[in-house]
């Protein structure tokens, strides 16, 4: 696999590639230009043989020409298996170039993210976020490229690069129009399927420049290559010959004519009918005819350097063949001497004294496929411990644990779920999954069979949550779960099922376990239950459901995890209902320890999942104890950006800061929080329920500083409308809908979507005014239609704002009631409510309080004090109201 090196051997490959030559040379002068050039990507794509690596060679040659920093790196067919391989090729010169102070430096809070997975720090102690690992691979290299500009990343052999690789280029990619960087990529085309081939349309969809398709040499160029190889003498139909039996491949036809001046054929017409034959001999069966004719010592040694694919070294080819050192480093010779393999080339990244390479990808492949299947399988079991003896660890080994030919292998098993463990560490799900999957096929014995299954469920939650629900149950009929792995393994499997929107099949999954258990396992299963049918926004019985949490978080102390759950829950249901906020903060409180999140219920903590310290936060939020809830969300955002967890769980925790700023009246602030959410959300998918809560908010926000038509071009774009997910969003997305509705001048729509969440609310029983605040909006918008019902609304909504007893809700209950009325009682009514708003938190309700106030009253003192809150706020529309009536007089 040489690239080409810029000596006089590169126009050879290089024929009928000015084109591309050009737009190399264009691509490498702009991004020399200057500092603040926008990057760029270069996709160049062609069959094997066509001259991909030729072309990445003259690249570095061009690049490096004029004085560019060049990264390289390529892809394998025998390790696309392989996490990270790729992205840890490219970053190793500049890697190798740092001290281990300087790296850590370098990439601050990104080193204990990215860092394992580039082999350059320890593995942590728990799960990676694969996005986040991402993220921080994105981080790192923007880092470095600011460092080595101007920078040439160039990656060939695309199409076999490992899925992580990928999934890091295309991100990357996406993100080159503030960084000053060259990408060119190399690949075939159509030889990666499924999201291998998606990241690979990904990268090439950010690509400036247009897509480079070499094509094969015509008979011209054909006809020149032969006659610069073997002489100005090559006569006309043996040029032609040569380009008809090699079909115009580049990597075929200067093959072949190294083969006739081998062989020292006269090229002429007489001898060009032996050229046919010569050329089956360079390629495939004829391949492996002549890699035998160098006999069987040197046959075993290129197995062995195909099956180990890479860091092939004499050495290392001798343990796994068996050769004496002497007689394998003899081979090595003749395999260089038949340009099998070849010294590789050291400027891609350290190569190890004599370390070898394949002359071309198409020669490891042939070479590979000829090994017997039974010896090819035996080698890479003896492979893996050759790695394994080495120190490397069983995530290194498990490219060959792979491969083994099952064999009912306990120790197999042990090492396939090691390296299990180990590519969770590091953020590679897809290569845990590979490994437990590999090692249900051993099969694992009995007992250890089940937790096989768990693992793999585990493994593969969040990525295929129909699969997962497959293992688990699979798991839990079988023996060899029991007692907390058993409760683990339900839960679980709840999860799987609420994240494949069964939310009802999890809540009955966890209630018949329940059944099964007594003590400290059937309270925790009783916890997950009400857990789940509290987040089930269409959920019957609702009552019933409320009066067995209450019965049973009566008893709890917070002495447990599950008690402290059973508390949360409890506390987030009553502020739901709208009962006393007193006693919803004293529930809270006791599920605290020292006013702290219990060890094991914190926000990277599996044992309970994220849901129970949002919905404590939640809890506390509604009931206008925004310093704790606001302490919390914080909470959640730093613990989430620390571990490197960048996707749905960053998502949340960024939609619910916003929610705290947008409750405490910091509108900018809410919005800025709102877009970062929504962002995160796009990249994780539509339609979850994390989506639902950033886009959700981000209207209300939108609403709240006026900016209507901003918010109705949001829910337009990101599909903020029936059907409503299954889960409860919080605020209530139907109250904001019909909020919106109303502000767009879509009134009998708005009227309608507010009768659809009064009916829902009904349903639960949910009465918190604040949480669901349809009653208020919609009291407004009948006012002149049907003043009687209007004034009934506004009736119930204080009288549940009096039940929850917090200033906020009362306030915005008598703002209500004022918009209703006329004359003085108007004013009392807008007075009472300014005196209770300017005791909440919430600061953009006392500024529409003031300013309805001012109105009223013609106060130009009130007018001014609303005006100056609403810009506090950030509530342009709210200011703009007030200064029109300041202006009119």
């Known amino acids: 696999m040489t690239e080409v090196r810029p000596t006089a051997a590169a126009p050879t490959s290089l024929w009928e590639r000015e084109e591309e030559v050009t737009a190399v040379e264009r691509a490498v002068d702009s991004l020399c230009a200057d500092r603040a050039s ?255 004719e160098l006999g069987v010592d040197a046959t075993k040694f290129a197995w062995a350097a195909a099956i180990l694919g890479k860091d092939i070294t004499v050495s290392l080819v001798a343990k796994l063949s068996t050769l004496k050192s002497e007689e394998a480093a003899r081979c090595a010779v003749l395999l260089r001497d038949a340009r099998i393999l070849t010294e590789r080339n050291p400027t891609n990244h ?239 409180d006791r599920s605290l320890v020292n006013g702290r999140l219990a060890p094991g219920l914190g926000w990277t903590d599996t044992e309970w999942g994220l849901e129970l310290p949002l919905m404590l936060a939640s809890a506390y939020a509604y009931t206008d104890r925004l310093d704790r809830a606001e302490a919390l969300y914080n909470e959640a955002l730093r613990t989430y950006e620390s571990a490197g967890w960048s996707g749905g769980h960053l998502a949340l925790a960024h939609a619910y800061v916003g929610l705290g700023h947008r409750r405490r009246g910091r509108l900018r602030e809410a919005e800025t929080s709102l877009r970062e959410s929504l962002r995160i959300a796009e990249r994780v998918g539509r339609g979850l329920p994390l989506h639902w809560s950033a886009t959700c908010n981000l209207v209300d926000t939108l609403l709240a500083r006026g900016h209507v038509q901003e918010a109705w071009s949001i829910a337009e774009q990101y599909g903020f409308a029936p059907p409503y997910p299954s889960t409860i969003v919080l605020p209530d997305p139907r109250s904001v809908r019909g909020r919106l509705l109303l502000a767009v001048g879509r009134t009998k729509d708005g009227v309608n979507e507010l009768d659809a969440a009064e009916k829902a609310a009904a349903v639960r029983g949910h009465h918190n005014p604040v949480l669901v605040p349809w009653a208020v909006d919609l009291a407004r918008a009948l006012a002149g239609e049907d003043p009687v019902r209007a004034a009934q609304l506004a009736t119930d909504v204080r009288r549940h704002a009096e039940r929850l007893g917090t200033d906020t809700a009362i306030g915005e209950a008598l703002r209500c009631a004022a918009a209703l009325e006329t004359g003085q009682r108007a004013v009392r009514l807008a007075e009472q409510a300014v005196a209770l708003l300017e005791s909440s938190p919430c600061q953009y309700e006392h500024a529409a309080a003031r300013v309805e106030y001012g109105i009223l009253t013609r106060s130009v003192a009130e007018l001014n004090r609303g005006l100056a809150l609403a810009e506090f706020c950030g509530a342009d529309g709210l200011a703009a109201r007030a200064r029109g009536v300041l202006e009119t007089g």
Not at 426 to 436: F, H, Q, T, Y
Not at 484 to 502: G, K
Not at 551 to 563: F, K, V, Y
């Open 350 to 588: 350290r190569a190890e004294d004599g370390e070898l390479e394949f002359v071309h990808p198409l020669i490891a492949s042939a070479v590979y496929n000829s090994i017997p299947d039974a010896l090819r399988r035996a080698w890479h079991g003896v492979a893996a411990q050759v790695v394994t003896d080495s120190g490397l660890g069983a995530a290194a080994a498990s490219r060959h644990l792979l491969q083994v030919h099952p064999d009912d292998d306990e120790e197999l098993v042990e090492q396939l779920r090691e390296a299990a463990r180990e590519h969770l560490l590091v953020g590679a799900p897809d290569a845990a999954r590979r490994c437990l999957e590999r090692a249900l096929l051993e099969p694992p014995v009995p007992e250890v069979h089940a937790r096989v299954l768990f693992e793999l469920g585990c493994a593969t939650l969040l990525t295929a949550p129909a699969t997962t629900i497959g293992h688990l149950r699979t798991a839990l009929a079988m023996p060899g779960l029991e007692g907390t792995e058993r409760v683990d393994a339900v839960f679980r499997l709840s999860q799987a099922l609420l994240h494949n929107n069964q939310l009802e099949e999890a809540v009955r999954t966890v209630e018949a376990e329940a059944d099964r258990h007594e003590g400290p396992a059937r309270l925790r299963l009783q916890a997950v239950q009400y857990m789940w049918e509290g987040l089930y926004a269409s959920e019957a019985g609702a009552a019933g459901r409320s009066e067995r949490l209450a019965e049973l978080a009566r008893i709890c102390t917070g002495r447990d995890n599950s008690e402290r759950a059973l508390l949360m829950l409890r506390g987030f249901d009553a502020m739901a209902r709208g009962e006393s906020a007193e006693e919803v903060v004293e529930l809270c």
């Open 38 to 292: 926008l990057g760029s990507v270069l996709v160049i794509r062609g069959e094997a043989g066509f001259g991909k690596t030729a072309l990445l060679a003259e690249t570095r040659r061009i690049a490096e020409a004029r004085g560019c920093t060049v990264w390289s790196a390529r892809g394998g067919e025998t390790l696309r298996s392989v996490p990270f391989n790729v992205v840890r090729q490219l970053l190793q010169p500049a890697l190798l170039s740092l001290m281990p102070e300087e790296a850590r430096e370098y990439l601050g809070d990104w080193y204990d993210i990215a860092g394992p997975a580039l082999g350059i720090a320890d593995l942590g102690e728990r799960q990676a976020d694969p996005q986040g690992v991402c993220d921080g691979l994105v981080a790192a290299v923007r880092r470095l490229a600011r460092r080595d500009w101007p920078l040439v990343l160039l990656v060939d052999d695309a199409h076999w690069a490992d899925q992580e690789t990928l999934r890091w280029l295309a991100a990357f990619a996406e993100r080159l129009d503030d960084l000053s960087v060259l990408v060119v990529v190399a690949r075939r085309p159509g030889e990666a399927s499924g999201e291998r081939a998606r990241l690979l349309e990904a990268v090439a969809s950010t690509a400036g420049h247009p897509l480079t398709n070499l094509s094969a040499l015509s008979p011209e160029a054909t006809a020149g290559l032969t006659r610069a190889t073997l002489g100005e003498h090559a006569d006309g139909p043996f040029c032609r010959e040569v380009w008809a039996v090699t079909d115009g491949n580049p990597y075929e036809t200067v093959e072949l004519l190294a083969k006739v001046q081998d062989s020292e054929m006269e090229p002429s017409e007489g001898s060009a009918c032996e050229l046919r034959e010569l050329n089956r001999s360079a390629r495939g069966g004829g391949l492996v005819a002549r890699l035998e």
